[in-house]
């Protein structure tokens, strides 16, 4: 989940242990602004939801997942419902091999125990078991394929524009047409530099930002039908069916809609 004490203190100690675990748990959304550290992090959602903003875009973490971040990588975040997760901290000198941009993963069973018995550690000594487990963690982080949970955001700046008022009214459904006009662009000139940009074309971005908010919206427990009609959709078993073909499962069956 996003930061908080003591954990944002040994994000910025360049030395000391491998890894440092912190687990925590949220009764209310919480946002962390815009800030970055030495070490890298493994941020991971046990129940609801967090949504990660860089400047290259943003990550949804639902329950099951982790964002790793690489060392100094500029972020904020925001949790969305009731939620539980934990905080990896690695050191620069165990990041060299782990990837150099933000990617979503999910959490397979081995690295999950291995966090949560990273966890459990006191002030004593640091001993051989313990950097078995360290380096068992920055392992598994470095094996891990990316989760298609990220929305990368334009440079172009007539592109931003269009781009931050869908994330504003993700249900807005105005054509392409509107939306060249916004931008003070073309629908050819916008078809064209969304897949360049961002390597989705236009209609695929706005899905996948409509997507991403609905795991948003789960996350706070609002009903399905709710979120179907909020985000545009006339159909809700159409809005179903684009659910399960994104997520490989309808909304209730997510963990998110089943509380994580």
């Known amino acids: 989940m996003p930061e908080l004490q003591p954990s944002t203190a040994i994000g910025h100690a360049i030395d000391g242990p491998t890894v440092a675990v912190f687990t925590v748990a949220l009764k209310a959304e919480f946002s962390a602004p815009a800030h970055r550290h030495p070490r890298g992090q493994l941020v991971g959602c046990s129940r609801g939801a967090v949504t990660i903003l860089t ?10 997942h982790a964002i790793w971040l690489p060392p100094d990588q500029l972020h904020g975040g925001q949790s969305f419902g009731p939620g539980a997760g934990w905080s990896v901290y690695v050191a620069p000198r165990a990041c060299r091999g782990l990837p ?4 979503t ?9 291995a966090v949560l018995r990273a966890a459990e550690w006191g002030d ?21 394929p990316a989760e298609g949970l990220d929305l990368p955001m334009p440079r172009d700046p007539r592109l931003q524009r269009v781009a931050r008022a869908i994330l504003e009214h993700p ?18 000139t916008l078809s064209r530099r969304f897949p360049l940009e961002t390597g989705l074309s236009f209609t695929d971005w706005r899905q996948r930002a409509r997507m ?28 179903i069916a ?17 509380g994580g």
Do not use: C, K, M, N
């Open 171 to 188: 249900g807005d459904d105005r054509g392409i047409a509107a939306w060249a006009a916004l931008a003070h662009s073309t629908p050819r």
């Open 212 to 239: 991403l908010r609905a795991l948003e919206l789960l996350a706070e427990g609002h009903a399905v039908t709710t979120i179907a009609l909020d985000l545009g959709y006339s159909s809700v078993s159409g809005f």
């Open 124 to 144: 004593e000594g640091w001993d051989e078991a313990r950097q078995r487990i360290a380096d068992l963690i920055v392992d598994e982080i470095g094996r891990l």
């Open 242 to 258: 684009l659910f399960r073909r994104s997520f490989g499962v309808t909304p209730t069956a997510h963990p998110i809609g089943r």
């Open 55 to 64: 400047e290259l875009g943003a990550w949804v973490v639902p329950a099951g």
């Open 100 to 103: 150099d941009r933000p990617r």
């Open 105 to 113: 993963v999910r959490v397979p069973g081995l690295l999950r125990e």
